[in-house]
Nanobody, 125 residues
Framework: VQLQASGGGPVQAGGSLRLSCASS????????VGWFRQTPGKEREFVAA????????SYADSVKGRFTISRDTTENTVYLQMNNLKVEDTAVYYC???????????????????WGQGTLVTVSS
């Protein structure tokens, strides 16, 4: 499985960006796609995840109401729409994918085997 993350860049606080995670995975089975972020010296942090089949979603408290995760079956892509961005959202954002994953594991980066290369989001004040 190959994942290609894109869409990062510089943005001012209060602005929006949409990240994309294109996947080579094509299966009728269930799997989860998650977004994580990381800043230098810190552990990778959960942002959001979506069950590809059911479209059930999960969000970190820090992004609830501002970020929306969705998927496009035609494009085989998961999106992360980020609105009202804050300086503290600055990070490298990674997408990850894993097969059947219990919901309580969605926020655990070690539960995912497949990772994209990361895309940098820089929010300035």
């Amino acid at each position: 499985v190959q994942l290609q993350a894109s869409g990062g860049g510089p943005v001012q606080a209060g602005g929006s960006l949409r990240l994309s995670c294109a996947s080579s995975r094509r299966t009728s089975g269930r799997y989860v796609v998650g977004w994580f972020r990381q800043t230098p010296g810190k552990e990778r942090e959960f942002v959001a995840a979506i069950d590809w089949n059911t479209r059930h979603t999960s969000y970190a408290d820090s992004v609830k109401g501002r970020f929306t995760i969705s998927r496009d079956t035609t494009e085989n892509t998961v999106y992360l729409q980020m609105n009202n961005l804050k300086v503290e959202d600055t990070a490298v954002y990674y997408c990850a994918s894993e097969g059947t994953l219990i919901r309580s594991s969605w926020s655990n980066p070690t539960a995912y085997d497949y990772w994209g290369q990361g895309t940098l989001v820089t929010v300035s004040s």
